[in-house]
């Protein structure tokens, strides 16, 4: 891979929600970052800093989390972090600690939110959440080896409500701070007018990084395989008065 000045190259945050593509986008620029690798979504409960979550969640100190996040982040590595799995205060640690680390900011969306929380709830069901567990699973599910669950229809609008409340409050939290963040799409960046390749190479080189169009690494990206979700949701007990609840409460 070609590289213009490495000094010039800065870390990333990308802040999104579950279901935009956002596992695909960080494993690419993972490949092709000098900063350090971590696990995905690492302040997750059940992941490497998910300590520092558990412990504000008993604890509500503020003060403590902060120092916390700002230790956990001093080696600058990469982030992917998916803002309405875990309490604002600790998504405006990370916002504050990366914006005074030099941080190049990435947001991460979908225009249909009907269709990625329809997504959602697909994985949650069926414990598919990407391609290769798709494979194994799907095939199961559509002979009648495994029956799904039915979707819990009364915890939809608290999903809704909670995951357009997490964005709106993180995209004021970046405005406040005058952070002008890099925002994309998922209907755009995977399937919009520009191919995936031209848009990495744009993204890489917002970070200060250059890739050659053949690079392997951003030609593994560009033939990332979907894993086509809305395909076992008539296998789903109740799935289609899911997606009715949800495009009634995402209307806009």
């Known amino acids: ?14 802040l999104t929600l579950r279901r ?46 902060t120092a916390e996040v700002r230790t956990a982040l001093e080696r600058r590595p990469n982030i992917k972090h998916c803002v309405e799995v875990v309490p604002l205060e600790i998504t405006r640690a990370i916002i504050d600690t990366c914006h005074a ?14 269709r990625r929380l329809g997504s959602l709830l697909l994985a949650q069901a069926t414990g598919a959440w990407g391609p290769k567990e798709a494979k194994e699973i799907y095939p199961q599910i559509i002979s009648g080896a495994v029956k799904p669950a039915p979707i819990p229809l009364d ?12 964005i709106g409050r993180t995209l004021s ?7 002008d963040p890099s925002w ?11 191919s995936i390749a031209t848009q990495a190479r744009t ?16 030609q593994a990206f560009a033939q990332n395989e979907s894993q086509r979700s809305s395909s076992i949701g008539p296998y789903i007990p109740n799935f289609d008065k899911a997606e009715a609840l949800l495009r009634h409460l995402c209307a806009s």
């Open 155 to 166: 915890k939809v609008r608290g999903r809704v409500t909670q995951d357009y409340y997490s």
């Open 20 to 65: 935009t593509g956002g596992t695909s986008l960080t494993t690419f620029l993972s490949t092709i970052s000098t900063f350090p690798r971590i696990e995905h979504e690492p302040f997750n409960s059940e992941r490497i800093f998910g300590g520092i979550t558990r412990a504000f969640q008993e604890t509500s100190d503020i003060e403590r989390m």
């Open 1 to 14: 891979m070609e590289r213009g000045n490495v000094a010039n190259e800065r870390p990333w945050l990308i």
């Open 101 to 114: 680390l030099g941080y190049h900011f990435i947001v991460l969306t979908r225009r249909d939110e009907s």
């Open 203 to 218: 993204i890489a080189a917002n970070l200060g990084v250059d890739i050659s169009m053949d690079d392997p690494r951003l």
């Open 173 to 179: 939290l970046l405005r406040n701070r005058r952070i």
């Open 184 to 194: 994309y799409l998922f209907e755009e960046l995977y399937f919009g007018d520009e």
